[in-house]
């Protein structure tokens, strides 16, 4: 159980984050699953302020309706990626960033993919023969 102290501290270190635009939303981790891959699976992206050109990464883990994302790209909150990555099929999707960590030299990306119906599908059965895979 949580102090009272220790109660205010987290809500002030927040809410200084939310004006320093650290955090940008809070995200849902209690979604159906989330699915971790060790070792990462590699991607390429593209933001749609940014160049054409295509970037490199690797996806940590993956819903239907987000991913976290590693790269050594410094890229700017609330921006929208494009990514495409393989679990067993070449799969592209598009998506807004939410919240961003640093990890050593790389950073993360806490991406809410902004997908249809029938893409979180593919993504959910794509997930489910590649864990019978493993």
Same mark, same amino acid.
């Given at each position: ?21 650290? /955090?940008? $939303? !809070?995200?849902?981790? *209690? +979604?159906?699953?989330?699915? @971790? ?5 590699? %991607?390429? /992206?593209? $933001? !749609?302020?940014?160049? *054409? +050109?295509?970037?490199?990464? @690797? ?5 239907? %309706? ?69």
């Amino acid at each position: 159980m949580l102090l009272s102290g220790q109660v205010k501290f987290i809500k002030d270190r927040y809410r200084k984050g939310e004006e320093e635009g650290i /955090f940008m $939303s !809070r995200y849902n981790r *209690n +979604e159906a699953f989330r699915y @971790e891959f060790v070792p990462a699976i590699y %991607c390429f /992206f593209k $933001s !749609r302020n940014g160049a *054409n +050109e295509m970037l490199d990464g @690797e996806i940590m883990d993956i819903s239907p %309706c987000g991913l976290k994302l590693k790269t050594a790209t410094d890229i700017p909150l609330a921006e929208m990626l494009y990514i495409d990555f393989a679990i067993i099929t070449p799969i592209s999707v598009r998506g807004d960033i939410r919240w961003k960590r640093n990890y050593g030299s790389n950073f993360i990306y806490g991406v809410h993919l902004k997908n249809d119906t029938d893409l979180q599908k593919q993504i959910t059965y794509e997930l489910k023969q590649y864990v019978k895979r493993k």
